[in-house]
């Protein structure tokens, strides 16, 4: 009997019934939520034509708001995933450690930033120190906010990404490398590291998702990000909801877009893998 025999036993004729009914029940629950979300949208006037003509017929929609609003969304998550990956590095590999008191220092940095909120985060670091400190200009104090805590959640995600994929590699490729005289810092510098990112690769791809998504918290401490920018754009334009609508479409297109990414070079690396 096979291990995954074990684990798992196929759904019978009844269980597959019991599927069945349960999915179409959820479905049927999802179709009447949507109705009633619509007949609410309609009976306010929300989904009338006029309040969406001004995507079409008005390009200052998007030079004025929606592509600033995506400018702020992109710089934040940019910044914040780069310097993300920089810290993810550092205290991931300070978990692996054989210095025990650097392992546990590292360890408790990554687990405390990975427990707190994002959005408390962000809030301590705006009221608490860029709003009321000179370090960057006022006008830069929100972003600054946004990437602090975008940078130390992710970080956090991010080092533990590389502590686990240096764990599942085949321990016969530390032991050659010790084999040949290599000090076990260079081994994890020389050949653990870099299999590991490759590994960690699609994981990455998928992480800017989560860091593109959490950036629309600095609608909380004014940060100019797409929710931020739509918020003022249906304000001017008297369409509320058409206008969060459309930032939750184009948030959609970018997310999916960048999920497939990570599907595709998941899929790349498991071929090069069968082939090795």
Known sequence: MSTQAVLFDAPG??????????????????????????????????????????????????????????????????????????????????????????????????????????LLMMVFAYFGYFAT??????????????????????????????????????????EAGLAVGLTPGQVLRSIQLPQALTAMLPALVGQLVVVLKDSALGYGITYLELLNWSKTLGSAYANTVPAYIVAGILFVIINYTLTKLAVYLEGRLKKKRAKA
Not at 57 to 73: A, F, M, N
Request: net charge positive.
């Open 133 to 174: 400190s000179n370090i960057v200009p006022n006008q830069h104090a929100p972003l600054a906010a946004v990437v602090t805590a975008l940078t130390l959640y992710n970080g956090a995600v991010i080092a533990e990404l590389v502590r686990s994929g240096v764990h599942g590699l085949p321990s016969g490729q530390t």
């Open 13 to 118: 004729p009844k269980a597959r019934l019991r599927h069945k009914i349960f999915t179409v029940i959820g479905a049927l629950i999802a179709v009447g939520i949507a109705y009633v979300v619509y007949v609410q949208f309609e009976a306010a006037g929300q989904l009338q034509a006029f309040m969406w003509e001004p995507f079409v017929t008005d390009p200052e929609v998007w030079t004025s708001y929606l592509i600033p609003g995506l400018k702020g969304t992109f710089t934040a998550a940019a910044i914040s995933i780069v310097l993300a990956v920089i810290f993810g590095l550092l205290f991931g590999m300070g978990r692996l450690s054989p210095f025990a008191p650097l392992r546990w220092f590292c360890s408790v940095i990554v687990e405390f930033f990975r427990s707190v909120p994002v």
